[in-house]
């Protein structure tokens, strides 16, 4: 059973399996397995010196300092799921257009299938399964549970990680602000008009303090 | 027909069914992110694997050289459609008839003759790249009009069939070129043509419509020593929910021994076919010893939901507007090999009339053969063609000067039959309210301008709501620890049909929604869907009497446990001494508000879990009666629906805007309001995407499909979609639970919003209606 209680533990607990350090660096090319990274580069430079070696990247993820090994080209969307094992943002158009990837940096909702992991250095990163591990938030995920303003729910994550972002710069938005912040989120099970009441509902809720 | 037989099909007093607002039983998993889809899986080594696609719309590979990339660091493997384990491949379902792959692309895309396996997707990119292939290539055709011609280039000319999977029909006449023939005709439509007192002509052309799946299908394999079963290994396998035992059977595994936990679907629209990406895992994972994840991109994943169509129509009516004669000629794209015969052949069986009195109707369809695209199944938009009765409908109305509400009226058949001239009850009553819905106030065509300058245009249709007829359901109820359990395998579709399901378990148990608990297990049979959005309600049938199959176990064991209670601490009278229940018969009891009591003192009585805690199961099979849709072939009606669009239509910008939808529906019996809302606003929502915005784009020179990806392939977006407001009756005259029919996709349309772009300008346009066109219809472009 998926309850509200043991969805915000399931995402605690993602994130806690976040691994701050690396304790191993996988060769992308071959998969042979080091202890270091300058072995893993030493590697590289010998066995596949035609290729761009991996970078190591420091991120602030949902509030826990990590550590990550990726290709320079590899988007947050992929680090996200590959490597960090989290996988609220999800992949539907690939190209920044359906928001289902949505992620919130330093504040502002950004699209983490066409952001480079490496933009992300040193910022502040929050998924999805931050907001759902984060008790304020709990109205919010209420909200959309209530009204069903999912159908298949795979591009619901996005959906609510911009509602939140909307709720962080204007905690009392009108239906119309809801629609114009959400108009970058395409669901394609049509759900458009169950989003705004949740938002307006659980932003009432938060005012009053849950 | 009504729900007479079913137990307490005629309940009056709802608590659980019916209510708003109740959170779906998964709704937190997937709002938070913590729901995984097949292509979310990430498993500890794992290997990638991508396809070759083709880059021709009909070619042949002839051979292929694989050493350069074999030699490429990080690929794994390399298999061909030579090889032996992938000749003995057979699709596990609603797939293509040819061999599960082989060296011929009839569609630019399509994957064809290598799989390459590798330890990332660039790598297997890479790997592609550096595969020499000797293509054949040939002419194709991507404009079915064209295909039939005489010289055009013959598809696939081996074929003897089309649309493959279950819904095959008999051709009408032998095949000829890409063409195949289906005809069916009642009554003598050139003598009622002839003998027509008005005779109006039109055409329709059906744009291709994307099924645009929300997640990209596909899947991850691996194999594992088996802890239980002795030898062997197990199938663990994620990425096809509903399908398990069915690809586990293609690589040769029972289903005791394929894993897949995941139950979440994803968006699928009606489209029940595996795509090859999660097909092919098993195999690869096998041959390398590691996990294999193989997923398609977002430009692999745009099937068709709808298949193109172009359709010309010869309708005869009275000077009230009886529709006497009906000539339906069609030209369907037959897809590719694959592609169900919805949307082709099929649709006349299904078709768009069976509502009406005419008694002469001719559907006489070519089926052309293209190298377009893939229609799995069928669509929310299936049967397609029935907006060409709306049309008619319409057209008559306009022609006559008579409001489309009037002569829809004249031309419904009565409840029993064709013949029948009664009204229906369930129509007459939606109208009545969809009237005042809509404040209807019908305007001939180009005659309504608002104050702003913009023309206003109205539309009207209605369609059956399709009641469950095939599916058989095998249910079953757990009592565990004083707590009900309705295990299930799902799917997680969106569909809300397990909690529909749940909703009537904790109705005939005297519980609260909260109380039932589902258990997701992928081994259990019951599965809450079948023959569409009616597997909702008609799944819900069966679980009812399942339900009360428990309860009377409950009951009995309530008794015979206060009657013989055990020894205290293995489940023995409550502190307080003996049950309140001994004496009683199980008769004499019932199920209230969470407690076992007495029926003729309610005050009396013990909660469920008190009153037994014994661990009881009951199981059913069956299915609701069959509708007297599916018994009378179509010709009979009881539960409708009716849809109302209005327009405003720039003339000088060409730009069309969608005032608002309206709905009035009678699903005999409404299960669960808030998905039931959320259904309608999708189908309404996918019906102004296909009329205003969505079609598929071919380079006629190479037959490459232009617009495979979410920028050129335009969806409505938030800001887009128009107003839905709904309103539902409840008859009660559907055959599922309580009365209930299914209901969505009947109200899916092709052409309501082009209806009213007509109703407000006076000229057709093809649909989608985009503003080009619009302004070149009013001679402005
Ligand atoms: S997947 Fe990132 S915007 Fe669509
Ligand atoms: S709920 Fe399915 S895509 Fe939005």
């Not at chain 1, 909200?143 to 999912?150: I, L, Q, T, V």
């Not at chain 2, 229609?375 to 938009?381: E, K, W």
């Not at chain 2, 709904?726 to 559907?734: C, H, P, S, V």
Request: glycine residues 8%; hydrophobic residues 40%.
């Amino acid at each position: 059973m998926f309850t509200q209680e043991s969805t915000q533990a399931t995402a605690s607990k993602l994130i806690q399996a976040v691994p701050s350090a690396l304790d191993e660096f996988r060769c992308p090319a071959c998969s042979q397995v080091f202890a270091t990274y300058d072995e893993l580069r030493r590697h590289f430079d010998t066995v596949h010196p035609a290729t761009i070696a991996p970078v190591t990247v420091a991120l602030n993820l949902n509030g826990k300092n990590c550590e990550v090994l990726v290709e320079p080209h590899w988007t947050l969307k992929r680090t996200l799921q590959f490597r960090l094992g989290l996988t609220g943002a999800k992949h539907m158009c690939d190209k920044g257009v359906c928001g289902s990837c949505t992620v919130i940096v330093d504040g502002r909702a950004v699209l983490a299938c066409t952001t480079l992991v490496l933009e992300c250095e040193g910022k502040q990163i929050q998924t999805v399964e931050g907001i759902a591990a984060d008790p304020k938030w709990k109205p919010l995920v209420d909200a959309y549970c209530k009204w069903d303003a999912m159908q298949c729910g795979y591009c619901t994550p996005g959906f609510l990680v911009s509602a939140k972002a909307l709720l962080d710069k204007n905690p009392n938005p009108t239906e119309q602000e809801c629609r114009e912040a959400l108009a970058g989120n395409i669901c394609i099970c049509g759900t458009y008009p169950r989003h705004s009441t949740a938002i307006v509902e659980a932003a009432l809720k938060i005012a009053e303090g849950g | 027909m009504a729900d007479i037989v079913g137990v307490n099909g005629q309940r009056e007093e709802f608590k659980v069914v019916g209510k708003h607002n109740l959170p779906g039983k998964v709704s937190y998993a997937l709002a938070t992110g913590v729901a995984k889809f097949g292509a979310d899986y990430v498993i500890p080594n794992m290997l990638h694997a991508k396809f070759l696609r083709s880059p021709y719309a009909n070619a042949y590979v002839r051979s292929v050289d694989l050493s350069k990339a074999q030699a490429l660091p990080g690929v794994v493997d390399i298999v061909t459609w030579e090889d032996e384990a992938i000749k003995a491949l057979k699709p596990a379902m609603f797939g293509p008839v040819r061999p599960w792959l082989d060296n011929y692309a009839d569609q630019e895309g399509i994957e064809v003759a290598v799989i390459v396996v590798a330890e990332s997707e660039e790598i297997c990119d890479e790997a592609l790249r550096l595969l020499e292939i000797d293509w054949e290539i040939l002419p194709h055709v991507v404009d079915i009009r064209k295909g039939k011609e005489d010289n055009a280039p013959i598809i696939r000319p081996e074929d003897k069939i089309f649309g493959g999977g279950m819904f095959s029909a008999p051709p009408a006449k032998p095949r000829q070129g890409n063409v195949t023939y289906a005809e069916t005709v009642q009554g003598d439509v050139d003598t009622a043509m002839a003998e027509a007192e008005n005779v109006l002509e039109y055409e329709l052309m059906l744009p291709a419509f994307s099924s645009h799946l929300p997640n990209p299908p596909g899947s991850v394999a691996w194999w594992q020593p088996n802890p239980y079963l002795g030898e062997g290994q197990i199938l663990h396998f994620e990425g096809a929910v509903q399908r398990r035992e069915q690809i586990g059977m293609m690589h040769g595994m029972t289903p005791d021994r394929t894993v897949q936990e995941g139950i979440f679907q994803g968006g699928k629209y009606c489209d029940w076919g595996m795509r090859r990406s999660q097909e092919i895992t098993p195999l690869l994972a096998k041959r390398t010893g590691r996990p294999v994840r193989c997923v398609n991109t977002r430009e692999d994943t745009f099937d068709f939901l709808m298949n193109q169509r172009y359709m010309y129509m010869k309708i005869g009516f009275t000077n009230e507007g009886l529709i006497t004669a009906i000539d339906d000629f069609s030209v369907a794209d037959g897809g590719i090999e694959g592609s169900s015969s919805f949307g082709a052949a099929n649709d006349q069986g299904y078709g768009p009339y069976y509502t009406m009195k005419c008694l002469n109707i001719r559907q006489w369809m070519e089926i052309v053969d293209s190298n377009r695209g893939k229609m799995y199944l069928s669509g929310q938009h299936c049967p397609f063609n029935w907006d060409s009765g709306t049309m008619a409908i319409y057209l008559v109305a306009e022609k006559l000067g008579k409001d489309p509400i009037d002569i829809a009226q004249l031309n419904l058949h009565g409840p029993d039959s064709q013949e029948d001239d009664r009204p229906v009850p369930s129509f007459e009553a939606c109208l009545d309210a969809g009237r005042k819905l809509m404040n209807w106030n019908h305007h001939p065509a180009g005659m309504k301008k608002m104050p702003d300058g913009r023309y206003h245009g109205a539309s009207f249709r209605y369609q059956i709501c399709p009641r469950h007829a095939f599916s058989g359901y095998n249910c079953k109820l757990e009592l565990r620890n004083g707590v009900v359990h309705m295990p299930t395998q799902g799917p997680v579709t969106g569909i809300f049909a397990v909690e529909c399901n749940a909703m009537v378990v904790a109705e005939e148990l005297g519980l609260t929604y909260d109380d039932v608990v589902v258990d997701f297990d992928y081994r259990e049979p019951f599965t809450p869907v079948g023959g569409g959005s009616d597997g909702s309600t008609a799944s819900a049938w069966a679980m009812k009497e399942c339900a009360n199959l428990l309860k009377k176990q409950i009951l009995e064991w309530a008794i015979e446990d206060a009657e013989n209670p055990p020894p205290a601490g293995f489940g023995g009278p409550p502190p307080g001494g003996p049950s309140p229940l001994k004496g009683y018969k199980p008769e004499d009891l019932d199920m209230i508000d969470g407690r076992v009591v007495l029926k003729n003192d309610h005050s009396v009585g013990l909660p469920l879990h008190q009153a037994t805690n014994r661990h009881i199961i009951a199981t059913y099979h069956g299915r609701p009666p069959a509708a007297i849709w599916s018994l009378g072939m179509g010709k009979m009606l009881d539960t409708m629906n009716t849809a109302y669009c209005e327009v405003a239509v720039d003339p000088d910008t060409g730009e069309v805007e969608v005032l608002r939808f309206g709905v009035v529906a009678d699903p005999g019996k409404v299960l669960r309001p808030t998905s039931l809302e959320s259904q309608i606003d999708q189908v309404m929502f996918f019906s102004q995407g296909c009329q205003l915005l969505e079609d598929f784009v071919y380079d006629e020179r190479t037959g490459v499909r232009l617009n495979n990806n979410m920028i050129d392939y335009k969806k409505p977006t938030m800001l887009d979609v128009a107003p839905v407001e709904r309103q539902f009756l409840e008859t009660r005259a559907g055959n599922a639970a309580y009365g209930a029919s299914g209901i969505s996709h009947s109200l899916a349309n092709t052409h309501m919003v082009v209806i009213a772009i007509h109703n407000a300008i006076g000229v057709w346009v093809d649909p989608p209606a985009t503003p080009d066109k619009i302004l070149k219809a009013l001679g402005k472009a």
